[in-house]
């Protein structure tokens, strides 16, 4: 059977993080390995990573590069090479799974294929109660789901119901690369070492993560729809900075208009660095 990994990218906010890895110790199907691919992040962030690594069964790893700006590519970059997984799961420190989150993915793995999944967004105020009080919402039964849609505190309640796994998943969203992201994505590696991986010319927030989908379908790796199998829990902050988006809009919009597959700057030309 194949090995899974998880990759977790984290920048600057150990709370959440923490409350993200808490949720990777009640899962189902517990990972191969864990891979925190961290994006500068200052020593507290280290801390709880390593207080992390005593409670986990399984093997933890802390992938770092020094903070110059956003860089989450690259260092998605770094943690695939790190990975000794036949197929990765990533998602972001910022969104707790689900107790089935890996599961689902692993049982609807399948070669030609990458899952996309889907995210529940919590209120501020809940999220604030849940960081605070260390409440274990990734363990919490449909009942208290529907209390909290009730009192507006999450999004919608939908992704928790559960469709049976079968050819549904696979052909809804084949040729589409609209609307995956990575908080919520799952690859073969060595599909994402054939496209060279995340485009790391990509810096600042935004199409990163669209950039690599696209290039995944022009390599004949369709994408599978797992939006009512595999959710996260996605804590609410305030947005990141939108200052290299239309820059980054631009580099995806050159690549609609070409037939690359390859990242310009990707996994091939950090290892020959």
């Known amino acids: 059977m194949a090995e899974l990994a998880v990759i977790i990218t984290t920048y600057n906010w150990p709370k959440a993080l923490d409350a993200v890895l808490t949720?990777?110790?009640?899962?189902?199907?517990p990972p191969d390995e864990?891979?925190?691919?961290?994006?500068?992040?200052?020593?507290?962030?280290?801390?709880?990573?390593?207080?992390?690594?005593?409670?986990?069964?399984?093997?933890?790893?802390?992938v770092?590069?020094?903070?110059q700006g956003f860089r989450a590519g690259a260092?998605?970059?770094?943690?695939?090479?790190s990975s000794q997984a036949d197929y990765i799961v990533f998602t972001d420190g910022d969104c707790i799974p689900t107790p089935s989150f890996l599961q689902q993915h692993y049982s609807l793995a399948e070669q030609g294929w990458?899952?996309?999944?889907?995210?529940?967004?919590?209120?501020?105020?809940?999220s604030k109660e849940i960081l605070q009080q260390k409440t274990p919402v990734s363990t919490w039964s449909l009942k208290q789901w529907f209390r909290a849609r009730q009192?507006?505190?999450?999004?919608?309640?939908?992704?928790?119901?559960?469709?049976?796994?079968?050819?549904?998943?696979?052909?809804?969203l084949a040729r589409q690369w609209e609307g995956a992201k990575t908080?919520?994505?799952?690859?073969?590696?060595?599909?994402?070492?054939?496209i060279n991986g995340f485009d790391e010319d990509y810096t600042g927030w935004g199409m990163e993560d669209s950039d690599l989908v696209l290039r995944l379908i022009r390599n004949g790796i369709y994408?599978?729809?797992?939006?009512?199998?595999?959710?996260?829990?996605?804590?609410?902050?305030?947005?990141?900075?939108?200052?290299?988006?239309?820059?980054?809009?631009?580099?995806?919009?050159?690549?609609i208009e070409t037939d690359r597959i390859q990242a310009r700057v990707g996994i091939e030309q950090a290892s020959s660095a």
Request: glycine share 4%.
């Open 223 to 255: 994408h599978k729809d797992a939006r009512f199998a595999a959710s996260v829990f996605h804590l609410w902050h305030s947005e990141n900075s939108r200052d290299q988006l239309e820059e980054n809009q631009r580099r995806l919009q050159q690549l």
């Open 23 to 29: 949720g990777y110790l009640a899962q189902q199907r």
């Open 64 to 67: 770092w590069h020094a903070d």
């Open 75 to 81: 260092i998605r970059n770094r943690a695939i090479q």
């Open 34 to 62: 864990l891979i925190i691919a961290d994006d500068g992040s200052t020593d507290e962030t280290k801390a709880i990573i390593d207080v992390f690594r005593e409670q986990a069964s399984f093997p933890v790893k802390h």
């Open 183 to 194: 908080c919520n994505l799952s690859v073969w590696k060595e599909d994402l070492l054939a």
């Open 114 to 126: 990458f899952l996309s999944g889907n995210r529940i967004l919590l209120s501020q105020n809940f």
């Open 151 to 172: 009192r507006k505190q999450i999004n919608r309640v939908s992704p928790l119901f559960r469709v049976p796994l079968g050819r549904w998943y696979r052909r809804r």
